[in-house]
């Protein structure tokens, strides 16, 4: 039996959560803000915020849990990749903890954790299966093998589908984080607008491009009609995400098909997207995929993930000394 306290600190998010046997415990995450008033997050803020905010999510997580910090047998951290400053305070934590309890500790790669989130909950998924992760930072097709064995197949080579949807946000003044409030004012729009979807070929993304077609387009149309944007908003934002999705998709089904998987998970923050789920769903159905989502609160950035990955760790005794260091990149 194994007690785990997970701490995750890689962006803006403090979480930790308690997790014993692989059962999810509970999982807490106190947000900051003050990221919106500057359209996107300032690293200094962020580990500031977690400075004040790691120790009083931790007791809540482990009163949450009905256990002290005697129960807790070895202390899991996100290691990488994230913004340094971020990574040092749960590092830190996480070391001091350990330390003052002569507990193990176990580092857990960032989007690794991301994938093995469909183990927090039924139903889990059986290996192999293939993986599409999306998030602010990160596009990925990844091929699970077993729990700690992923291979990536396919990446972006430039901004990942979470920035897309950000940057594409800025433009149309859209406040910070932008992917939630396209998918709300999209459901009410049609994706009229044709956006270039570039391909770099083989599995891999490419989004840098999508967001300059997007700049010179609403360029033009600007000049062609006044107040373009504030008239025509939904459908803007419905041919944005539809531009995003449609890319998504097509290099999962062609991943799908080289390496004949018929398992597909989704995960990652941008797997919130409701249109990404239903057209996931919808794409599987006609494939004949058995496709796998996590409940909202695992898709974005969250500790029961960090404490999930290092169960499977635990199990076969895998730790790391107090010599460790937080990585910004993995």
Known sequence: MSTILAIE????DTSAAVVRDGRVLSNVTASQGVHV???????????RAHQRNIVPTVEVALRRAGVSGADVDAVAFTRGPGLIGSLMVGVSFAKAFALARNIPLIEVDHMQAHVLAHFAEEPKPEFPFLCLTVSGGH???????SAL?????????DDAAGE??????????????????????????????????????G?????SGLKTSILYTLQRKAREEEDYVRNHLHDICASIQDAIISTLLRKLIAASEQTGLQRIALAG????????????ETTGTERGWQTFVPRLEYCTDNAAMIGV??????????????????????
């Open 9 to 12: 600190s890689s962006c803006d």
């Open 37 to 47: 008033e500057y359209g996107g997050v300032v690293p200094e803020y962020a580990s």
């Open 139 to 145: 596009t990925q097709l990844v091929v699970v093998r």
């Open 149 to 157: 064995e992923q291979e990536i197949i396919g990446r972006t080579i």
């Open 164 to 201: 897309a949807f950000d940057k594409s946000g800025k433009l149309l003044g859209l406040p910070y984080p932008a992917g939630p409030e396209i998918d709300k004012l999209a459901a009410l729009g049609r994706p009229e607008l044709d956006f270039a979807q570039p391909d770099p070929g």
């Open 203 to 207: 599995l891999d993304f490419s989004f």
């Open 269 to 280: 923050g941008v797997s919130a997207n409701r249109e990404l789920r239903q057209r996931l």
């Open 309 to 330: 990955t290092a169960t499977f760790k635990y199990e076969q005794g895998i730790f790391v000394g107090q010599d460790v260091a937080p990585a910004a990149r993995l």
